[in-house]
């Protein structure tokens, strides 16, 4: 049985929480896009030194952190000890990183669904992949789906959960061409294809659409009225958000 027809994305997802209201990847940020109305969010996971999944999108901590280097050198303990809201307030807070257990506990309490991008540190893909799935066997009632930029990440993923819901990332067609994004779609059974904004035309939507897939879209800065109202009229089906306040017609 195919599992193509599972989900059905919101039409606005919180992209790392509201990562332009709330310090990106942080409980804060999570429980903003929750508060403002939005049924789903999307973080990005990766492993610490004792391989615990931790919420944190860079390969480095030092652009959301006071500190520096890569999370696979520090245990926890040590992570959760890092300013995570400095960057955003200009200030010292007591914002931590979290561990991604504890946002999953934050959707089941608020019946928000979750997408789990897989963004691991260089040479951890694999143990990344698996320590998340440990912890996401254990919720089942809350919906989530997987994605990845990463091939290595994504084969882990669609061998390990063949009936999960996935999507490959694509910012570009240099390295990969739209019919082998459709080819490695369809050879791994997965659901959902996540373009970058600048790769939109409603030619590739068409093509997309033919294989049966859903379509997400990313920017790299938030989106406007407009921009999302072309990418719902050209067929996307959902938009990862950083600022939804002037888009409630869409959530």
Sequence with gaps: MTQKK????????GHRGLKDLCPENTLES???AFDIGL????????ISKDEIPIVLH?????????????????NYSELRELDAGAHFYN???????????DVLDLCKKRNGGLNIELKPNKGFEIKNVRKIIELTENYKSTEIFFSSFDLASFIEISNELPNSNRSFLIDTFKDYSLEQIINLSSSYNSNICGLSLSLLSQEII??????DLLI????DKNMNLQEV??????GVDSIFIDDPKNLSKYF
């Design 206 to 211: 068409n093509i997309i659409k033919k294989k």
């Design 30 to 32: 999570f429980n903003k």
């Design 91 to 101: 200030k010292k807070t007591n914002i931590i990183i979290p561990k991604l257990i």
């Design 58 to 74: 860079d390969d480095s901590l030092e652009r959301t952190t006071n500190h520096f280097g890569l999370p696979t050198e520090y």
């Design 39 to 46: 049924k789903y969010i999307e973080l990005d996971v990766k």
């Design 229 to 234: 109202e072309e990418c719902f009229n050209i």
């Design 216 to 219: 997400t879209v990313y920017s």
């Design 6 to 13: 599972r989900i059905k994305l919101p039409k606005l997802i």
